[in-house]
T-cell receptor, first 113, second 111 residues
């Protein structure tokens, strides 16, 4: 058990809709990272927050946004969903802001119909 | 262009056999390299992490090597077990905290 909790585990919705994915980091970790993993693709870094502030941005679409709250949990908002957004979305957490071994949650599987 | 390439894409071996997975990278400036194991439907789990000055690191039956001159890393699995069936992902970090994930090698262990 990595200590990182993601909800929901599965999400099925339709094109054009908006969803929110939630992540609770491991206790004591201040950094939260979001990744997207499409079928047969590697993990794509989306965005990182450290102690409530955005720290690094990857290949995150403008339709996607995230935030980290004072209690350090994070939410990833996906809007105007397209079929291509179907993927596994992983959250990972670290104690610090820099590069350290990351602890991953088990992901949210998003299916767009 | 900064890239991480893993080979083979997939590998099937018999239980008890050894195997070696490869990772080549063109990242610069290099910071560190990590290997993860990802079971189907689960998040990746870190196996090893190596910096520029380290050329080998072990974690039980897993041994990772790093050749910073040729920009190659390998993950050697000894005496494979059925539970080793998973994807193995190589991740390379830059000094300015950028990270690139390889696409992984899918390993199947047959009884």
């Amino acid at each position: 058990d990595s200590g990182v909790t993601q909800t929901p585990k599965h999400l099925i919705t339709a094109t054009g809709q908006r969803v929110t994915l939630r992540c609770s980091p491991r206790s004591g970790d201040l950094s939260v990272y979001w990744y997207q993993q499409s079928l047969d693709q590697g993990l794509q870094f989306l965005i990182q927050y450290y102690n409530g502030e955005e720290r690094a941005k990857g290949n995150i679409l403008e339709r996607f946004s995230a935030q980290q709250f004072p209690d350090l949990h994070s939410e990833l908002n996906l809007s105007s969903l397209e079929l291509g957004d179907s993927a596994l979305y992983f959250c990972a957490s670290n104690e610090g802001a820099g590069d350290q071994p990351q602890h991953f949650g088990d992901g949210t599987r998003l299916s767009i119909l | 262009k900064n890239q991480v390439e893993q080979s083979p894409q997939s590998l099937i071996i018999l239980e008890g056999k050894n195997c070696t997975l490869q990772c080549n990278y063109t990242v610069s400036p290099f910071s560190n390299l990590r290997w993860y194991k990802q079971d189907t439907g689960r998040g990746p789990v870190s196996l090893t992490i190596m910096t520029f000055s380290e050329n080998t690191k072990s974690n039980g039956r897993y041994t990772a090597t790093l050749d910073a001159d040729t920009k190659q890393s390998s993950l050697h699995i000894t005496a494979s077990q059925l539970s080793d069936s998973a994807s193995y992902i190589c991740v390379v970090s830059f000094r300015d905290d950028k990270i690139i994930f390889g696409k992984g090698t899918r390993l199947h262990i047959l009884p």
